[in-house]
């Protein structure tokens, strides 16, 4: 079976305008093999990986798994769960972290209130590398396991980044896939030279476009007008663009603007891309693209 990756990448199909979207990550360790549905798929317990999941549905909280690279022992179990709390809008973004041996904790959380920014205190603030998030969930996609197991064991292996394996992260056909945090930018194809980049860049407050799949706080279309305004004025500061969408999701005028006051109004059309399946074993399908049509500056 041809990976889905191996055809994406072989008809060039562009990554950008392809990110989860999540004004806010809530990632939690653990360790073992993760089902096609992580968080009731694991070995945490299924009715708390299903409450979590229904306590962030509709808040703009995402919730995913994280562990560890490389293979966890046999029947290993985390005594205390690593949890990262992260919150992607720009000039509001913030990572924080805890420790907890009992997950369902957790759901003493205001997810609503995480979802618009707002941590209350919970955990303590990040200050280490920056989070590196390799996509390896090979039960949900083939080649997230095989592209994405090899790279997270390179870059723990580099250093330089807090690097951790995570669960379904989207858009296996451009995996390796990558996230960043506390920014939420996304990156398909990765490897390691190109990460390492990225993690310099954002100690010193900029970020990489080269193979972006864009910033988790904004949909689709609002990924596209942003790295679209990144391209055309050069602008890398992380927290320069902000974005105000309108219209459906995948369509519309998006404003994106900059915070030394510029403005620019931005079309974007949801298109045909290349034919090719979404995932391994998939049937070949027109894949849809964000197309900006226009960037028009504004007074």
């Known amino acids: 079976m041809t990976l889905c990756a191996s055809a994406s990448r072989t008809l060039e199909e562009p990554p950008a305008a392809t990110a989860a979207t999540a004004t806010t990550w809530l990632l939690l360790e653990q360790p073992g093999p993760w089902g096609p549905r992580a968080l009731t798929g694991s070995r945490l317990d299924p009715a708390l990986g299903a409450a979590l999941e229904s306590a962030a549905e509709g808040t703009g909280v995402r919730v995913a798994l994280i562990r560890r690279p490389g293979r966890a022992p046999s029947g290993?179990?985390?005594?205390a769960h690593q949890v990262y709390l992260a919150h992607t809008?720009?000039?509001?973004?913030w990572l924080r972290?805890?420790?907890?041996?009992?997950?369902?904790?957790l759901l003493g959380?205001?997810?609503?209130?995480?979802?618009?920014g707002e941590h209350d205190g919970t955990g303590d603030p990040y200050h280490g590398d920056p989070l590196a998030l390799v996509c390896t969930h090979g039960r949900r996609d083939r080649c997230c396991a095989e592209l994405g197991r090899p790279l997270a064991a390179e870059l723990a292996a580099g250093g330089g980044v807090e690097v951790?394996?995570?669960?379904?992260?989207?858009?296996?056909?451009?995996?390796?896939?990558?996230?960043?945090?506390?920014?939420g930018y996304a990156y398909g194809r990765a490897f390691a030279p190109l990460v390492k980049e990225v993690a310099t860049a954002l100690r010193e407050g900029r970020m990489v476009t080269e193979r972006c799949r864009g910033r988790s706080a904004w949909g689709r279309a609002g990924q596209a007008a942003e790295l679209a305004v990144r391209e055309l004025t050069g602008e890398d500061g992380a927290d320069a663009l902000g974005v105000e969408e309108s219209g459906a999701e995948g369509t519309g005028a998006v404003t994106v603007t900059h915070t030394d006051g510029r403005r620019w109004a931005v079309t974007v059309e949801e298109a045909?891309?290349?034919?090719?399946?979404?995932?391994?074993?998939?049937?070949?399908?027109?894949?849809?693209?964000?197309?900006?049509?226009?960037?028009?500056?504004?007074?």
Not at 76 to 79: E, F, L, N, Q, T
Not at 89 to 93: A, C, V, Y
Not at 97 to 105: D, I, S, V, W
Request: one cysteine or more.
């Open 89 to 93: 809008r720009p000039g509001r973004s």
């Open 272 to 299: 045909d891309g290349p034919v090719l399946p979404a995932s391994c074993g998939a049937a070949a399908l027109p894949q849809t693209r964000m197309a900006v049509t226009a960037v028009r500056p504004l007074p």
């Open 164 to 183: 951790w394996e995570i669960s379904h992260l989207g858009g296996h056909r451009f995996a390796p896939t990558l996230l960043t945090l506390p920014h």
């Open 109 to 116: 959380l205001d997810f609503a209130r995480l979802g618009a």
């Open 76 to 79: 290993s179990v985390a005594r």
């Open 97 to 105: 972290t805890l420790r907890t041996t009992e997950p369902a904790e």
